[in-house]
């Protein structure tokens, strides 16, 4: 009975050198330790062999079955590394070039404002900023800006409860009425406070007003711009508007004048540059007019220099102020300008840069 037991042994090595795969593997497990394997059955006949040598014939079973299965262990954790190693050979392709993590842009707003900055930085301009939560005092008092102009209705302007929100008390020094700002134009005044002629500025940022439809939103765009020195004229301006479109248009460009009325210019304009697209020969862009309506601009009124304590007897300046959002509804030929502020990435996939 134990050289049967050697020879199942001997077997058993034998075909398991021979295994390769899980299931040729589970093949040999029940044919030898399984319910009818062959060493399972030998010790059913072990009431065959002498009392005496029965013991020993046990404990040498227990070793060759803790064997086995310890064999059988050891192959199946080697097929498994093989099986998943050959996984990984054919899931891993090392000669792929990696994947790339979808990247992000800037929005077409900001990549339009940060060009025309640019462009203005080039001209010889600083960048200026100021706050979106103005005192009327900025945004129209020192504009001079009547105290019964249209403009200061609450249908126009989004005024703030300034005592509830800041915690002030009625006789407090900061009673001043805040507005979220209506345009750049404060940006004037700040700077003017601030700093002695020659200025020369551009003021990007977001503004406020009441307003909504497809080509207003409550909340959108301008650039201002400022010039004040010794003998500043309309002509200055005209000539920077025209040095403006040959840097940003990469061609030079029309600059019309139409008269208009802004409380803190004199004379005031709205201004107008030839068409970029048709450049001028009229097209569905500028309804063939070869025209595009810009922004407003002019001479900034002496009341507002004397405000901001410039002495307009000595200096005279201008300023212009337009849409960024429209002028990037103009670069792009978007249709719509919430589609601008939806945040749908369809959308603003198209804008890559
Ligand atoms: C002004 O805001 C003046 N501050 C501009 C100015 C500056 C004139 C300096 C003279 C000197 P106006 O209200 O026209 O002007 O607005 C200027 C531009 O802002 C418009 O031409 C338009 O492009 C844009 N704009 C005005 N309201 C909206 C709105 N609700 N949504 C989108 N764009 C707007």
Redesign the pocket.
Known sequence: MPNRLDQQVEQFNAALAQVTTAEALYELEVAYVGKKGSITLLKGEMGKIPPAERKAFGAAWNRVRDAIEAALEQRRDFIKGEARARDLERIVDLTMPPLRPPQGSLHPLTQTRRRLSETFIRLGFDVAVGPHIEGERFNFDDLNVPKDHPTRDMQDTFFIEAPRMHGLTPDGPAMQELVLR????PVQIRTMRTRKPPIRIVAPGATF?C?DDA????M?H?I?GLYIDEGVTLADLKATLMAFTEDFFGHRLEVRFRPSF?P??EP?AEFDLGCPFCRGSGCSLCKGSGFI??????MVHPKVLSACGIDPEIYTGW?????I??MTMMLHRIPH?RLMFEGDIRFLEQFPC
């Open positions: 209506t345009h750049t134009s007003r307003d080509t207003h939103s409550p959108f301008q201002e802004f803190f210019v005031g309506e810009i922004g407003g601009c002019g300023a212009f102020g337009f849409g959002d429209r300008l």
